[in-house]
């Protein structure tokens, strides 16, 4: 993927006009790495390799620990002897003092720990989960959520989070796309960015600054059949242009560490591939950070049938570029014996310790390592008010309305009686989603509760189970186990609905049916929500459904039966409060879908930005043909579109021009279009900028998102938003892997989602 010498002068002149600079090379102060200069100069070999040595510091393990029962014992004398770099899930002001005591007043050279957490969505005040997140195209809300994380986390001793997931994730089976943004490399790139930004800030010493982890790196989005860890196969086309974009703005964005991948890609684990940790990040991206495994990922090598023992592994990992290896052993127990028999040359070694120690000068732990060990901020900005608050705004800003055919919302706080129904309604754990950080089993503000809060006593709030489902929240065993539901709960339900003004129905997925090792080959909803749904909806015609789930389901009998949808996914602590918002006008819902939402399971995967068949539709006259793209049995189209997402208010879109027909590579055009709210009440909609580039030497998707604004506008409100496209808008990784854009005709699309479009020319000229 090198770039050609006049694609690359092209870049720094446009980099250099716009006067930005690329924040990796932010990240190298010469005084910093003199002092690593000497540092190295002092350092053994063993305690370079302690320095690329991750242990887990307590049982809260995410993967298989290894088989030493000594272990613990054995950890605490690594420590003293400089043997460890960094510990993960240690967590609290007051272990991570103590460990970091360990270390840095007991090795020989005082070098201090940085210490590891997986703060996903939220410390211990969880914020939607990230595929929610996504869905409010919202980057400021993003930023902020990110930043509320980073501001607890660290107050609690943590100086690092394996986040942001920025796996574009076309497989609604794969558990995980619930910790990534969605489908599409554009969105997810701005995503991206916005967390690493809230994450670091501008200056990684700030104690309330966390260095940010890209990860899994790469392709780990597409396991083959949406099974977890299972191999990926995919061409360079999508490799370039699908999966690598949010990684390269998280470079780009100055992300401190990368974090490799389970799978192997095109046979190779990634945490063994010399091209994509090596040529693309370090070299072509200038990425000056370094690289962590996946839990025991290294030692998993030898099950890929890629190398015969550990020792091996190690081998692999180090000289591929892997800096640091997380739970493996694989350095700790192997490394200075490659370099001693010269299979590794220190020098290797040398520059992945370099990468470690500067992320630890950077981090400022040179200074105090105990920076981050202060109760007294612990106990004054984890889970407080103002933390609650942000993540009750960013959870509305996530919520997607999908059906709102006879204007049911928002409801009126006067209505008199409210059914509210279903399991997942008065789950207070399940809205915490998976990866929830420290957040507390069941302390989610329920959906039940969230609307008693929002109404006065004179509405009457009934509640009824409903269905059934399973009890296993916040445990390792698997929430498939449902138990039986023998229906007990229906009768209530059914004449609580006959009762009521107005219904709210709620169902989808318990926190842990989703998150890693969590993939599903169905993902209807289970038990007998949707039979319950059914009869409520015969009982009532003022039925609310909402879905609340960590990952697009597909039941189309629910969707095609529902009048008034919400999909709220999990939305984190504030949950109820935010859904309440929406209900009640509040808050006037501004969500696109980040996901496509299928049809049935067999259209997996699906994604708006596919690329062209040779048979796209039927040839003319030929009405009834099997001959082209097509399932004999189903639409092709989703349930819901990508960027598909409705408001209480109406928009129009108009005067929708181009300043120019045709561009050459050094000129700039501006696409613009004027956006009128034609209701009757405020609302934000996400202005949507898409292109098509018609032919090129690598074939280009139908679409492919470039830009988005989110904006408010009032009752009668006219905006006019406008996109500028240049060289780079139009470019992407060709036949050559070079980045470039090809003299062509492009469409230009600007519009509400993905589908409703309008559509204009631009040819390309040299
Ligand atoms: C395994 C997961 O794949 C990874 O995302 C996570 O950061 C590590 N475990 C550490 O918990």
Known sequence: MKKSISSILLITMIILTKGTIHAQDQLIKPEIEEKIDSLLALMTLEEKAGQLNQHNGSWDFTGPVPEDNEYAEARARLLKNGG???????????????????????????????????????????????????????????????????????????????????DVGRDARWG??????????????????????????????????????????????????????????????????????????????????????????????????????????????????????????????????????????????????????????????????????????????????????????????????????????????????????????VAKRSIVLLKNESELLPLSKETKQIAVIGHLANDKDSPL?????????????????????????????????????????????????????????????????????????VVGEKALQSGEGRSQVDISLKGRQLELFKEISAVNDNVVTVLMAGRPIIEPELYEGATTLLNTWHLGSEAGNAIADVVFGDYNPSGKLPMSIPRDVGQIPIYYNFRSPGRPSPGPGDAG?????????????????????????????????????????????????????????????????????????AMRPVKELKGFEKVMLNPGETKSITFMVDWETLAYYAADEQFKAEPGMFSLMVGTNSNDLMITDLELTR
Do not use: C
């Not at 591929?320 to 490394?335: K, V």
């Open 84 to 166: 460890v770099g960094s510990l993960l899930n240690v967590v609290g002001a007051d272990a991570t003092y103590e460990a970091q005591k360990l270390a840095v007043e007991n090795s020989r050279l005082g070098i201090p720990l940085i210490f590891g957490f997986d703060v996903i969505h939220g410390f211990k005040t969880i914020f939607p989960i990230p595929l929610a997140e996504a869905s409010s195209w919202d980057v400021d809300a993003v930023q902020k959520s990110a930043r509320v994380a980073a501001i607890e986390a660290s107050a609690a001793g943590i100086n690092w989070t394996f986040a942001p997931m920025v």
């Open 176 to 393: 995980r796309v619930m910790e990534g943004s969605g489908e599409d490399p554009y969105l997810g790139s701005q995503m991206a960015v916005a967390r690493v930004n809230g994450f670091q800030t501008s200056d990684l010493s700030d104690p309330s600054s966390i260095m940010a982890t890209a990860k899994h790196f790469a392709g780990y989005g597409f396991s083959e059949s949406g099974r977890d860890y299972n191999t990926v196969d995919v061409g360079i086309n999508t490799l370039l242009n699908i999966i690598l974009p949010p990684f390269e703005a998280a470079a780009k964005a100055g992300v401190g560490t990368f974090m490799n991948s389970f799978n192997d890609l095109n046979g190779i684990p990634a945490n063994g591939d010399t091209y994509l940790q090596r040529e693309i990040l370090k070299e072509d991206w200038g990425f000056n950070g370094f690289i962590i495994s996946d839990w025991g990922s290294i030692r998993q090598m030898i099950n890929h049938g890629y190398s015969k023992d550990l020792r091996q592994s190690a081998y692999h990992a180090i000289t591929s570029g892997n800096d640091m290896d997380m739970e493996s052993e694989a350095y700790q127990m192997h490394l200075v014996e490659l370099v001693e028999s010269g299979e590794v040359d220190i020098e290797m070694v040398d520059e992945a310790v370099r990468r470690v120690l500067r992320m630890k000068f950077l981090l400022g732990l040179f200074d105090d390592p105990y920076k981050y060990s202060d109760e007294d901020r612990e106990d004054r900005l984890i889970y407080n008010d103002e933390n609650r608050a942000a993540a009750r705004d």
């Open 433 to 505: 989603g998976n990866w929830r950080g420290r957040g507390e089993s069941n302390s989610a503000v329920s959906l039940l509760e969230g609307i008693r809060n929002a109404v006065g006593s004179d509405v009457e709030v009934t509640y009824a189970e409903g269905y059934t489902m399973s009890e296993t929240n916040g445990s390792f065993s698997s929430p498939l186990n449902f138990p039986k539901d023998d229906g007990a709960g229906f009768e209530e339900a059914i004449n609580n609905a006959k009762e009521a003004d107005v219904v709210i129905m």
């Open 625 to 697: 043909s099997v001959f082209w793209s097509q399932y004999n049995d189903m639409d092709n189209s989703p349930q819901f579109i990508f960027g598909y997402g409705l408001s209480y208010t109406e928009f129009e879109y108009s005067n929708f021009e181009v300043s120019a027909e045709t561009m050459t590579m050094s000129e700039t055009v501006e696409v613009s279009v004027d956006v009128t709210n034609t209701g009757s009440v405020a609302g934000e909609e996400v202005v949507q900028f898409y292109i098509k580039d018609h032919f090129a030497t």
